[in-house]
């Protein structure tokens, strides 16, 4: 196999202009869901709740929760895809912790919970997508009886979603019951306009920024190809060197 | 300042009469410049990662945040270093274009950054992402900016001592390695926001691109492993960097020496045939391949070893993403080491002292 260094060149800019094109093109069509619609408030009921980012469009996912969360006792959460089924590279990531719990004064104290099998401590939580389960499953223990808040963010395909997270945990023994639903997360498309400004951008901007920046990036790698081969020429093939020995 | 820079002309041309070379050729090597450059640099690294964490744990607040000033001051540092270098070699032609190409990227860097980066998140708001076209012309700016710097530094290696050409260029090199994969810090923060496959199909370009480029560029035995030991290290301590900075997220670091050791060893063992035959590009070709498949292999088990003996979260970086991405990012990762193999050759070509690497 003999690549020749002139195709290398081309092979080089074609890159660039192809990575970035892509992108342009996956994330303009998560962006364009992005829509004005009032989705506040939490959804759900029983033990676990959510609340999307208003302003968002929404998309439904089950949610289900092995038993009643319980401290000492791990909670199995899988979360799968309603209208279709979730990418196998999906991943969920997030974290929760208690409500300020006072010490002194107006010092909080916060109890993080643990996903098992993890070694963080400060209520992180991440799993990727399952292919036995179908979907995405998180195992989380509590630390003590109370509110739990916090965020939970889910790539799955061209979709980035999010909303924040209530999670009760209570007192007593774990149930036999599991606790099934579908809740909404805001759709963010990585594009939330303003809430101060209210109207979303223009379709045709991000398109036409990434295209903008596809010009210009291969304009650099061209620029950077052809500086050697410029300083090359100006100094006639004579650059400084040490003296012969 | 003009008092300033008659010294400094002053200077390189009793420096340039003292060695016989050409005017100006160690512009790249002169103290002050190399300075400001390191200076601009670590600002620009640390302020990049510190500004993801303080988007993460505060979010963003406005242009002149604590993170932000420290990266428009790092741009501020490389763009002295680049007027210094200018004022050094300024009837030098090669200096010149490598100081201009550093200004271009510099002036490119701040437009992107403090204008059309601040309008476009007054247009889509707090949660854009790294990828935003003004992050992304950002960060390819910087490099153009930094690969001048590296055509500088090779056109006056020979005008200065060898351990020295070397160690700046390595320090080039790695800081290049890093530059690149700032790009997949979302990623390193266990907060990506665009789907897991591509994270190895950009992590495995950037480091095989980056240590191709060293190894063809400095020309030692284990320059790879030592430039991705660099770039692991200074990425590590970004974690006490930021601890001391008040923030708490610590972000992933890839094993890249894993990459670098199979690079250095392909070429130790007799594999690389002398330049300008072709079956040269095959052999960088094949160990590209073979240095993607062990890095991105390795990269699923120190993932691993990393959370578990430091407590980071749940990391991306596992082999879920490689199930999806892997054979993306293989071939990603051959096509980047040719381009860094056929880049080194056009670095080269401005210096005749390529023996000595």
Redesign the interface.
């Given at each position: 196999?003999?690549?020749d260094?002139r195709f290398?060149?081309r092979?080089?800019i074609a890159?660039v202009i192809a990575s970035?094109t892509a992108?342009l093109a996956?994330?303009t069509h998560a962006a364009a869901r992005v829509v004005m619609q009032q989705e506040g408030g939490w959804k759900g009921r029983g033990p676990l709740a959510v609340k999307p980012l208003e302003g968002t469009e929404t998309v439904e996912y089950s949610f289900e929760l092995s038993t009643r969360p319980v401290p000492g006792e791990a909670t199995r959460i899988v979360i799968r895809g309603v209208d279709r089924s979730m990418?196998?590279?999906?991943?969920i990531?997030g974290q929760l912790r208690s409500e300020c719990i006072k010490v002194d004064g107006d010092s909080c104290r916060y109890d993080y919970v643990h996903?098992v099998g993890?070694?963080?401590?400060?209520g992180?939580?991440?799993?990727?997508?399952s292919p036995d389960a179908g979907g995405v499953v998180i195992n989380l223990e509590w630390p003590s009886v109370g509110t739990y808040r916090g965020y939970l963010?889910m790539?799955d395909?061209?979709r980035?979603a999010m909303a924040t997270l209530r999670v009760e945990a209570g007192a007593g023994e774990p149930d036999d019951d599991t606790y099934e639903q579908r809740l909404p997360l805001s759709l963010?498309g990585?594009?939330?306009?303003?809430q101060s400004?209210g109207t979303p951008?223009p379709g045709w901007?991000?398109p036409a920024?990434?295209a903008?920046?596809a010009i210009?990036?291969a304009a650099?790698v061209w620029?950077?190809?052809s500086?050697?081969?410029?300083?090359?020429r100006?100094?006639e093939g004579?650059?400084?060197?040490?003296e012969s020995k | 300042m003009s008092a300033i820079l008659s010294a400094v002309k002053a200077d390189s041309a009793a420096a340039s009469v003292q060695t016989g070379?050409?005017e100006g050729?160690d512009a790249f090597y002169r103290m002050p410049v190399l300075m400001s450059v390191v200076a601009g640099s670590l600002l620009q690294i640390v302020g990049v990662y510190w500004d993801i964490a303080w988007h993460i744990e505060v979010g963003r607040d406005k242009l002149f945040s604590a993170p932000h000033i420290a990266i428009l001051a790092g741009i501020g540092f490389v763009g002295v270093s680049a007027i210094l270098a200018l004022s050094y070699g300024e009837r030098n032609?090669?200096i010149k274009?490598?100081a201009t190409?550093v200004l271009?990227g510099v002036a490119?860097q701040v437009v992107a950054l403090a204008v059309v980066d601040d309008w476009?998140h007054?247009?889509?708001?707090?949660?854009?992402?790294l990828?935003?076209?003004p992050h992304?012309?950002t960060l390819?700016?910087a490099s153009?900016a930094l690969?001048?710097f590296l055509?500088g530094a090779v056109?006056?290696s020979?005008?200065v001592p060898r351990s020295k050409s070397i160690a700046v260029l390595g320090i080039g090199l790695a800081n290049l390695l890093i530059l690149t994969n700032v790009a997949l810090a979302e990623y390193d923060f266990?907060?990506?926001?665009?789907?897991?496959?591509y994270q190895p199909v950009v992590l495995g370009a950037t480091t095989i691109f980056c240590l191709v480029l060293a190894k063809r560029i400095v020309r030692r035995s284990a320059t790879a492993t030592i430039v991705a030991g660099a770039f692991m290290l200074l990425r590590l301590a970004m974690w006490p960097v930021l601890g001391a900075l008040g923030r708490?997220s610590r972000p992933y670091f890839p094993a890249a020496i894993v990459a670098g050791i199979v690079i250095d060893l392909a070429t130790m063992r007799g594999g690389s045939p002398s330049d300008g035959k072709?079956s040269e590009?095959?052999h960088v070709?094949v160990t590209s391949l073979v240095a993607t498949v062990a890095f991105l292999l390795a990269e699923t088990l120190f993932a691993s070893a990393l959370?578990?003996?430091?407590?980071?979260?749940?990391?991306?970086y596992?082999m879920?993403?490689f199930?999806?991405?892997g054979i993306p990012a293989i071939v990603a990762g051959t096509?980047a080491g040719?381009?860094g193999f056929?880049?080194a050759?056009?670095?080269q070509?401005?210096?005749?002292?390529t023996a000595?690497w």
């Open positions: 196999v003999i690549v260094r290398l060149d092979l080089i890159s970035v992108v996956i994330d990418r196998r590279d999906a991943w990531y996903q993890s070694s963080s401590r400060l992180h939580f991440a799993a990727p997508y963010r790539i395909g061209d980035l963010l990585r594009t939330i306009p303003r400004s951008p901007l991000k920024a990434y903008l920046l210009l990036a650099g620029l950077v190809l500086t050697p081969k410029q300083i090359g100006r100094s004579r650059p400084p060197g040490r | 070379l050409a050729a032609p090669a274009r490598s190409l271009l490119i476009w007054r247009v889509y708001g707090i949660d854009a992402t990828w935003s076209p992304l012309l390819f700016a153009v690969f001048g055509l056109y006056g020979a005008s266990s907060f990506p926001q665009f789907r897991l496959a708490s072709k590009t095959v070709a959370e578990d003996a430091f407590g980071l979260p749940p990391s991306p596992g879920h993403s199930v999806t991405g096509v040719l381009a056929r880049l050759s056009l670095v070509s401005v210096s005749k002292e000595i």
